[in-house]
């Protein structure tokens, strides 16, 4: 199965690590490390012209994607029920 990340980027939901508020950046010290090591390693993708609402790992990459987090969890969990 698949899930739609935002603008033309969609994932296979085998590869699905994890899904964050964007704003776990602001508030974790070891998110923002984590995202730091990613970035300087090219595996950081911003999805779409739009403010990042969520952060989404896969074990590729990882995506700030500007759909909310409920709403990729809802997609998520839709898919596995």
């Known amino acids: ?3 739609h990340l935002g603008g033309e980027k969609i994932i296979r939901t085998s590869q699905l690590v994890a899904i964050f508020d964007v704003s776990i950046e602001q508030s ?3 998110s923002r490390q984590f995202v730091a ?7 950081v993708e911003t999805i ?5 609402k969520s952060i989404v790992v896969t074990e ?5 994607s ?4 409920s ?6 969990h839709y898919l596995d029920g």
């Open 1 to 3: 199965m698949y899930i």
């Open 28 to 30: 974790s010290k070891l």
């Open 37 to 43: 090591q990613a970035q300087k390693k090219r595996e």
């Open 48 to 52: 779409g012209e739009e403010d990042p």
């Open 60 to 64: 590729e990459r990882v995506y700030y």
């Open 66 to 69: 500007p759909i909310s987090t």
């Open 71 to 76: 709403t990729l969890k809802k997609r998520a």
